[in-house]
């Protein structure tokens, strides 16, 4: 470790998985960690970030200009407990010469894993049928009891936002033989030919898709980039799935869509006002909720937790960052 990282102090805003949190006592950083229920409160965080040299943060801290200007002139790396980092302020950190880093490729089978669940679960209203049972409604084999969407075979899957977790998403939607659609840059790619995908344009994707699966990162051209108008754009039977970040989707229009049959039906791990739910989603027996738990396996979470502690450790040392996110002008 070069003599500069010596008195360097990182904060932690939770408490990290064992392993990572074992990595980075080996650093030998001098660290504090907000051990208190999840979600380090903002006044305390603006306290307890206040010298420190990194910055160990949860999707739900808000990286801020403000919050850079309490840590003060010491900061120089933020790494995100998560592959979104919606949450930073990353031009504010580039003014402040402040690295931003975030935890690509460690979870993208996890959130895939999650996608498809959700898919299952609402196509086959899975979680309509357990309901039904532990309620104690008698019931027979019946040829059109809880029938749903025919997920193998035939139905088309279109992915909004191709990317590592939209590719993963694709590699197991193949195995269920579904048709695949994509929007993004890399749909267009050999890597998105080999699994059998085509290209469209968000239009067609919408028009022709029976489950719709969100996958593209949030950013100011992708808030709300599901409103009424693509609602409405999608077949009366459509699935819609949201693993990625819930201000993709304008949630009051989904509600609507919802209840009046504009759509069939959704499976959602984020929402647009998290942790808050629109309380007209609960109600709604075509939809399945998760709280955020597309990364949420054991393994996902120690690699996430390895690769903050190995990118602020790194950049404490005077090196490059393993996996800095890109600032775009
Ligand atoms: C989770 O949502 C993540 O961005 O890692």
Request: some cysteine.
């Amino acid at each position: 470790m070069s003599s500069e990282t010596t008195d360097a102090r990182v904060h932690v805003t939770f408490e990290l998985p064992t392993g990572a949190a074992a990595e980075l006592a080996a650093t030998g950083l001098r660290t504090s960690v907000y051990a208190g229920p999840t979600g380090e409160p903002r006044s305390e965080l603006l306290q307890n970030v206040q010298g420190a040299s990194g910055l160990i943060a949860l999707l739900s801290d808000r990286i801020d200009a403000e919050l850079m200007d309490a840590a003060g002139p010491s900061l120089r790396v933020v790494a995100n407990f998560a592959v979104g980092y919606d949450n930073v302020d990353v031009r504010a950190a580039a003014e402040r010469g402040i690295l931003v880093t975030n935890t690509p490729g460690v979870l993208d089978n996890a959130t895939a894993d999650l996608t498809l669940a959700l898919l299952l679960a609402t196509a086959r209203r899975v979680v309509e049928s357990d309901r039904f049972v532990r309620a104690g409604n008698p019931w027979q084999w019946e040829p059109d009891l809880f029938v749903g969407l025919d997920v193998s075979g035939g139905a088309t899957l279109g992915i909004v936002g191709l990317g590592r977790i939209g590719m993963a998403v694709a590699r197991r939607a193949a195995a269920f033989d579904l048709r695949i659609v994509a929007t993004g840059s890399r749909a267009s790619s050999a890597e998105a030919a080999a699994l059998g995908i085509r290209p469209v344009e968000l239009p067609e994707l919408l028009a022709s898709s029976d489950v719709v699966s969100l996958h593209c990162p949030l950013t100011a051209e992708t808030r709300h980039l599901i409103g009424a108008a693509e609602l409405r754009a999608m077949k009366p039977t459509a699935v819609l799935i949201n693993t990625a970040r819930g201000p993709i989707v304008d949630e009051l229009a989904l509600v609507e869509a919802l209840r009046d049959g504009v759509i069939g039906a959704a499976g959602l791990d984020v929402y647009e006002w998290e942790p808050a739910v629109s309380p007209g989603l609960l109600t709604l027996p075509n939809v399945v909720t998760a709280p955020h738990i597309g990364s949420a396996g054991l393994a996902t979470r120690e690699r996430m937790g390895s690769l903050a502690v190995q990118n602020v450790a790194a950049v404490l040392a005077g090196q490059p960052a393993v996996t800095p996110v890109a600032v775009h002008a």
